[in-house]
């Protein structure tokens, strides 16, 4: 018998825009995926403070213009589980 976990088969975001904050942590850009028929989503977020935009249908240039200013803001070090990524 085999498991499969359904969360496994969700397709993941697609990373559209990186930006590095002051400390060299990325604040990135997604589109998340939708469903036919669905206006396209998009969020970001920062692996150094992780803080986030995401939630309501997020246009592209609100996403982007957050995570510019956020980049420019942010002064928090990558965490140490992300740095590889």
Not at 10 to 15: E, K, T
Not at 27 to 52: E, F, H, I, K, W
Request: a positive charge.
């Amino acid at each position: 018998m085999t498991r499969t976990d359904p969360d496994a088969q969700a397709p993941a975001p697609l990373v559209l825009i990186r930006y590095l904050n002051q400390c060299g942590a990325l604040v990135t850009v997604t589109q998340n995926p939708n469903t036919p028929g669905q206006p396209r989503c998009y969020g970001a977020s920062c692996a150094g403070c992780l803080d986030a935009l995401f939630g309501t249908p997020t246009v592209l240039s609100s996403a982007r213009d957050w995570a510019s200013k956020h980049a420019r803001e942010c002064r928090a070090l990558p965490q140490p589980d992300q740095q590889a990524a």
